[in-house]
């Protein structure tokens, strides 16, 4: 069983008692978008974040999405990756290959990864500029309101303080405007070096999923859904707002247990 209401500001929230029709639900919508997406464009750019949020896709890997999608006009990148090497345990390169990429047939050179043999700031110039040649050849759509990339589908997960991407709360980043992809080398989670997606390009997507689980994201969901009046400090999660897209939340019943009206029946 499954809640779902769409918000006045054009949010679709989804709760699920199980975390089973939660992976289910999310891998039906991904499958769908990418049909649309290819039917439409004959490719389909998405962008990955790591944590959770891959084991949870892990029914792509599976009948039917195994079989029916059309994984060779996939093409992979990654909205914030970790600066170390790409066998490295923190690295969302790995995360996904283990968990998704090695476990379907994705054409090698549609994978997108970052320079892990240079500084931050170098690998994001670097990653930024692969992105920008992109759109040029409109692998990845340009926005129509502004010169930002337009992925069909951005995937994040969330942070128990609120945070997506590598964009953490109060951060300086959170109001870069100019780059499409930026660095930073104090993250306040361990590793410190990072690049990340900055929020214009999150919010130029068509469309873009938020998936949080557990009763450790409630208190962030809640202040990133609900109304909770200008004293509550803004949120980067709450910061996401597709300017045309769509935004779709993916939430457990444990992550959506102090939002206002998301209760299920006993």
Sequence with gaps: MALSWANKDGREVRIYEYLDELSTDLAD??????????????????????????????????????????????????????????????????????????????VPS???????????????????????????????????????PKFDLILLGMGPDGHVASLFPNHSILDEKEEWVTFLTDSPKPPPERI?????????????????????????????????GPDCPTLPAKMVQPSKGNLVWFLDKAAASKLDGAKFSE
Aim: net charge negative.
């Design 29 to 106: 919508y991904i499958a769908e978008l990418s049909e649309a997406s290819v039917k439409e464009r004959g490719v389909f750019a998405v962008a990955l974040s790591g944590g959770s949020l891959i084991s949870l896709m892990g029914k792509l890997c599976e009948a039917p999405y195994s079989k029916t999608v059309d994984w060779a006009k996939w093409y992979i990148f990654w909205v914030d990756e970790r600066v170390v090497a790409k066998n490295h345990a923190d690295s969302n390169y790995k995360l996904a290959k283990d968990g998704l990429l090695s476990k379907v047939p994705i």
């Design 110 to 148: 549609h994978v997108h990864s970052i320079n892990d043999t240079v500084s931050a700031e170098k690998a994001a110039e670097d990653y930024e500029f692969v992105i920008r040649q992109l759109v040029r050849t409109r692998v990845i759509s340009v926005s129509d309101i502004s010169d930002c």
């Design 196 to 228: 990340t997606f900055t929020l214009p390009v999150i919010n130029s997507a068509s469309n873009v999923a938020i998936v949080a689980t557990g009763s450790s994201k409630a208190e962030a969901v809640h202040s990133a859904i609900d109304d909770v």
